[in-house]
T-cell receptor, first 109, second 115 residues
Framework: GQQVQQSPASLVLQEGENAELQCNFSTSLNSMQWFYQRPEGSLVSLFYNPSGTKQSGRLTSTTVIKERRSSLHISSSQITDSGTYLCAMEGTGNYKYVFGAGTRLKVIA | GPKVLQIPSHQIIDMGQMVTLNCDPVSNHLYFYWYKQILGQQMEFLVNFYNGKVMEKSKLFKDQFSVERPDGSYFTLKIQPTALEDSAVYFC??????WGVGEQYFGPGTRLTVL
């Protein structure tokens, strides 16, 4: 079945440092999304990015279909970036997301 | 942007009782989903729904679970009877799926506690 591997599992940054979060997929990709999960549990969609590169403020997502991977780059991290980042992918011919286990990011002063 | 609403936000019930979780999807969306996340664990797919029918369900979608969307109103997940292991946050999502693909829009979740 489809599998999604996220790395690193956890990360601690000093405020102002950059971060690179990775998501690798075991099957060919139809769709993928990056989410931020708030401490209270609700999801914030960061990017719908099935291919190519998208940027929003300090966040950049790059999905390389051939290599079955996607990355989320956070530049100039802030304490408010702390939380859990999830990637989710939908394999070709499927109509459901498979989620990664998440990356727990902590940004300290 | 488009919003998916979920009612209630929290529900506490006794084991064995029935519960219905309600989802108000984005108005022009055609595909609907339920996901389950046990506290501290991975988000997992439960079921998807299109054109009045379940397309696919996972192993987590037990016989006690059912979904429906009567007359284009709420998309509901019913659990009858509930079990302790059903305690989790349940997320509803919807999508348009132009040309077979599309972004999923997630609701804020319903936290279900079964005592």
């Amino acid at each position: 079945g489809q599998q999604v591997q996220q790395s690193p599992a956890s990360l601690v940054l000093q405020e102002g440092e950059n971060a690179e979060l990775q998501c690798n997929f075991s099957t060919s990709l139809n769709s993928m999304q990056w989410f931020y999960q708030r401490p209270e549990g609700s999801l914030v969609s960061l990017f719908y990015n099935p291919s190519g590169t998208k940027q929003s403020g300090r966040l950049t997502s790059t999905t390389v279909i051939k290599e079955r991977r996607s990355s989320l780059h956070i530049s100039s991290s802030q304490i408010t970036d702390s939380g859990t980042y999830l990637c989710a992918m939908e394999g070709t011919g499927n109509y459901k997301y498979v989620f990664g286990a998440g990356t727990r990011l902590k940004v300290i002063a | 942007g488009p919003k998916v609403l979920q009612i209630p936000s929290h529900q506490i019930i006794d084991m064995g009782q029935m519960v219905t979780l309600n989802c108000d999807p984005v108005s022009n969306h055609l595909y609907f989903y339920w996901y389950k996340q046990i506290l501290g664990q991975q988000m997992e797919f439960l079921v998807n729904f299109y054109n009045g029918k379940v397309m696919e369900k996972s192993k987590l979608f037990k016989d006690q679970f059912s979904v429906e969307r009567p007359d284009g109103s709420y998309f509901t997940l019913k659990i009858q009877p509930t079990a302790l292991e059903d305690s989790a946050v349940y997320f509803c999502a919807s999508s348009v799926r132009d040309w077979g693909v599309g972004e999923q829009y997630f609701g804020p979740g319903t936290r279900l506690t079964v005592l």
